[in-house]
Every structure is written in structure tokens, then in C-alpha cells.
């Protein structure tokens, strides 16, 4: 099994805010697999959240010797030797998930969807994500987001009523918030939730960091609107103790390491009476589809990070006015445009 991988700066639509910082330009690492004159395509998109760059991907590809491996259906064995290699590094992890995943696709000649037994016509239908921005702007991104159903607005600032009642006149399209671990103060965030439940919104992702589970708690006994984890839920290990703090969890396959684990998690949180969601980085076609191979299984999708960049090296699944509409070609299903 031979690995070898290319970075590609994807350039963004928008200036992309949220409450942590500013990006224009984000860089994600391409990885394929070749095997029997069959190539993979695998994604790893760095999240500074959690301490990755393209750097610290790269160093781990490098550690990865697959030499004793000649056989990508060995994926439970691979996959743990992968995970043995170092903690963390999820979406250089991911990368490899997501590779050998497309690589026994087209090896059996099957779409993902089929493979997982699945069903194209109920693929997700996603939202479409409204960077924090000044009034003007946001008006702007609302108008050029039409074709969107559903939007998903960053919060978690000071002037979380403007930015939401900004978009309020201008659109009453259903609205999901995620504050990105942006009010630190428990009765902040009660009062912002309990005047968002007025507005419209269907729900809002992490009020609160991660660090403060119990207030987290204390906070979810209070309000209506259901709370979906997003940075208190890396991997499967973190779902137990998130049951009493949430209503759902925001699967990334860049944070939990792949497909194989998600399938894991969906299957656990649907245990706990979770709701599911999937949620992506900044992520090119490889990774977005990839994802929505899945998303029959979700109640909620967030899987547009490759209509916000302007660049998308891959031709994949598209995001026909947010449904997720995949094609009928093994494995992911995606090219690299010439
Ligand atoms: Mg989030």
C-alpha cells in the first residue's frame, strides 16, 4: 500500500469569523492510497481547536509505514495501527479513514451509500453557514445564500441580538446557532438562549466551552431550545458523559478520525436518545462527500465547506439548494478536476 499527499490552499469565499479568529485562505492536505492500480482519495483538514496544522499532519504521515500492510480490507487492523502511531492528529487520521474507505469502494465497484446500506434519495439536507460580520455584510451574505433553506449563523459575541436580528429582517428562514464555546458565563448565555428561542431557532450548538460541562447542565435544564455538542464531542469516548448536557452531538470527521468511527458514534448517541448531526472544517469534496455518504443517518447536516471556498480542486457530491446530492460512482464518487 503506497500513501503520498499534496497540500491545497482553498481560498474562501468570505472572510470566515468566528468567535476564535479570521481566515481567508485554508490549507487542507489531500492523501491517496494506491493499491492494485487503484487510488484512494483521503482529506485532512487542520483545526488549530485542536492543535493541528498542515505542519503536524504532514509529520504524521510521514511516522505511517505501511509496508506490512498490503491489504486495505485489513481496515479494523490498519486503522488501529494508525491510532497506535500517536494521540490526537484526528484528521491526518481521518485522511487515511477516508482513503481506504474510497479505495474498497471502487475496488467492489460500490458507491459508499450502497456499501453502508443506505439510501441516495435521503441524503442530508444541509445548512448553509453566515460568518459574523458587520450589519451590511451580513444582509449581503443572506441575499447570496437564497437558494439556502436553512442557515446556521455564528454567535457566541457581544452583539449576538444585532447579528441574529439583522438576519431576522431580511429572512425568516429556519436559523441554527452555534456560539463556538463563546458565552464563558453561564446566565449569558441563559438570557441570549432564552431570547434566541423567540427568534425562530431551531437550536444552538456548544453555548458553552467544553471545560464547563456542569454549567453546561445547569443551563440545559432551563431552556427549550436543544443544545448540540459540537467542542465537548471529539470521539466516541466523549459521548457517555454528555447526556445529561445535551439534546444531540455535532459529529466532524476531521475531529473523530474518520468513517469508521463516526458510524461508531451515530450508532452510540442513537443509544442515548441523541440527536445527530454532522458538521464539517473547511473541506473540499473528498470530505464532504465522504460525509454525506452518511448523511441518510443524521437528523441534521452542516456539510458545507466546499460551497464556502471558491476553489474546490474535486468534483463530488454537489449541494443542489443545500440537499446533498450524490452520484452514482464507487467509493466517494469524486474526481480531480483537470
Ligand atoms: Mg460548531
Not at 439510501?119 to 448553509?128: E, I
Not at 460568518?131 to 449563523?153: H, N, T, W
Not at 464563558?184 to 467544553?210: C, G, H, S, Y
Not at 440537499?323 to 467509493?331: A, D, H, R, T, Y
Amino acid at each position: 500500500m503506497k500513501l503520498s499527499w499534496k497540500q491545497y490552499d482553498l481560498h474562501l469565499r468570505h472572510a470566515f469569523r468566528i468567535s476564535r479568529g479570521v481566515e481567508t485562505i485554508d490549507p487542507v492536505m489531500i492523501v491517496t492510497l494506491e493499491q492494485d492500480g487503484i487510488v484512494g482519495y483521503g482529506e485532512a483538514s487542520p483545526s488549530p481547536r485542536y492543535n493541528e496544522t498542515i505542519e503536524t499532519i504532514e509529520a504524521f504521515l510521514k511516522r505511517i509505514d505501511f509496508t506490512r500492510f498490503t491489504d486495505p480490507f485489513q481496515t479494523e487492523e490498519i486503522l488501529l495501527y494508525i491510532q497506535s502511531l500517536a494521540t490526537h492528529n484526528t484528521s491526518a487520521k481521518c485522511a487515511v479513514d477516508i482513503a481506504i474507505h474510497d479505495w474498497i469502494g471502487k475496488k467492489i465497484n460500490l458507491p459508499l451509500y450502497k456499501f453502508f446500506g443506505l439510501d441516495k434519495s435521503k441524503t442530508a439536507l444541509s445548512s448553509f453557514t453566515i460568518g459574523i460580520d458587520s450589519p451590511e455584510m451580513l444582509i449581503q451574505k443572506v441575499r447570496e445564500a437564497e437558494e439556502y433553506p436553512i442557515l446556521k449563523v455564528k454567535v457566541g459575541m457581544e452583539n449576538d441580538r444585532e447579528i441574529i436580528s439583522t438576519i431576522r429582517s431580511v429572512t425568516d428562514k429556519v436559523l441554527r446557532v452555534d456560539a463556538n464555546e463563546g458565552w464563558t458565563k453561564k446566565e449569558v448565555a441563559l438570557e441570549r438562549i432564552k431570547w434566541l428561542q423567540d427568534q425562530n431557532v431551531e437550536f444552538v450548538e456548544q453555548p458553552m466551552p467544553a471545560s464547563q460541562l456542569d454549567d453546561i447542565k445547569w443551563l440545559r435544564d432551563k431552556v427549550e431550545m436543544p443544545l448540540i455538542a459540537d467542542e465537548s464531542v471529539i470521539g466516541l469516548t466523549d459521548i457517555p458523559k454528555l447526556g445529561d448536557a445535551f439534546d444531540g452531538i455535532n459529529i466532524k470527521l476531521m475531529k473523530c478520525t474518520g468513517i469508521r468511527e463516526a458510524l461508531r458514534m451515530i450508532h452510540t448517541a442513537r443509544a442515548m436518545n441523541m440527536k445527530i448531526m454532522m458538521g464539517c472544517m473547511i473541506e473540499t469534496a473528498v470530505a464532504i462527500s465522504a460525509a454525506s455518504h452518511l448523511s441518510p443517518l443524521l437528523d441534521y447536516a452542516d456539510l458545507d465547506g466546499n460551497v464556502l471556498i471558491t476553489d474546490d480542486p474535486f468534483d463530488g457530491v454537489r449541494n443542489i439548494k443545500g440537499k446533498l446530492e450524490l452520484n452514482n460512482n464507487p467509493g466517494l464518487g469524486v474526481v480531480l478536476r483537470s
